[in-house]
């Protein structure tokens, strides 16, 4: 479990599409915010706290805004996807937010909640959350949940284009599957696009992961923190096909299952942004 909890900080925006390319070329032209930014951002002063907020949460900046090498080459204007049209650009950047936990909400829900309550309302989040640390302030919660709702699940086709739909709706992780008998909206988390997640998106958050070395157990990329079978809520058949396909396309990496032994091994470790420049390039 996640030791330290952390919410609220977004001022009740959720992510829209272009923030964090506006707060990335911000930030690398200016260095860092000022009360008058959003006259440059074009944004009222409460986005502009938020757009800062969303560069942290994502892992774009760390607290001293420098910017992380991975976005410097996805994000620049030269960079490999600024503009965030390609669908597996979204997966890498779920995975940032989930792994990064400056926001707590992404980590727990899709880490913890989904498997002990399948389908949640508002109320079992809080709940949960509450559970874990009752001194946290119910209110903040409800508007947490409401900004993840808003950053995730779709509402409709009509609002596709629309600049304030939420930056991550595209994946289609969440779903409004009804009510329950207290008439709570009751939502599923479920990744219906698994299969089509390139492999090199899943090498690069395996081989970002300080803690693995040269051998990685099933078990723990299943259900590590930072694991990608909890952050792409693979089921264990999904992700074992996975990494046998990351074996079959690179052979500097193998998987092996035999004999009880689940591992996924290194012969030699590529550096993790090569993998994603080898994919985009």
């Known amino acids: 479990m996640i030791n330290k909890l952390t919410f609220s900080g977004h001022d009740t925006f959720h992510c829209r599409l272009f923030w964090l390319k506006k707060g990335f070329d911000y930030i690398s032209n200016e260095g860092k915010f000022r009360d008058d930014s959003g006259v440059e951002l074009g944004v009222g002063r409460n986005m502009v706290n938020s757009i800062r907020y969303w560069l942290k949460s994502f892992g774009v900046v ?16 030269e960079g490999w996807d600024p503009y965030l049209e390609n669908e597996a650009t979204l997966e890498l950047l779920h995975y940032e937010l989930c792994s990064n936990n400056y926001s707590s909400i ?7 909640l989904r498997k002990i309550k399948p389908e ?10 509450l559970d874990l640390d009752s001194s946290q302030n119910v209110n903040i919660l409800e508007k947490d949940f409401s900004v993840f709702l808003r950053t995730y699940s779709s509402r409709g086709e009509k609002n596709k284009e629309d600049s304030y739909s939420g930056l991550m709706t595209e994946l289609s992780l969440i ?3 009804g009510e329950d008998q207290k008439k709570e909206k009751l939502y599923r988390i479920g990744n219906n696009n698994q299969v089509n997640i390139p492999v090199e998106i899943l090498l690069y958050c395996i081989l970002s992961n300080s803690n693995y070395g040269e051998s990685i157990s099933f078990k723990n990329l299943y259900s590590d923190v930072k694991g990608i079978g909890n952050i792409f809520c693979f089921d264990q058949d999904k992700l074992e096909d996975k990494l046998f396909e990351i074996a079959e396309k690179y052979d500097f990496v193998t998987y092996n299952s035999e004999a009880g032994v689940k591992e996924l091994q290194f012969k030699n470790k590529p550096e993790a942004l090569e993998l994603l420049r080898l994919y985009y390039e």
């Open 106 to 112: 992404y980590n727990l829900v899709f880490r913890e």
């Open 62 to 77: 760390n607290d001293k805004n420098d910017i992380n090498p991975l976005f410097q080459k996805l994000l620049a204007n």
């Open 175 to 177: 779903k409004e599957i």
């Open 120 to 129: 949640f309302t508002k109320q079992h989040f809080v709940n949960f959350v």
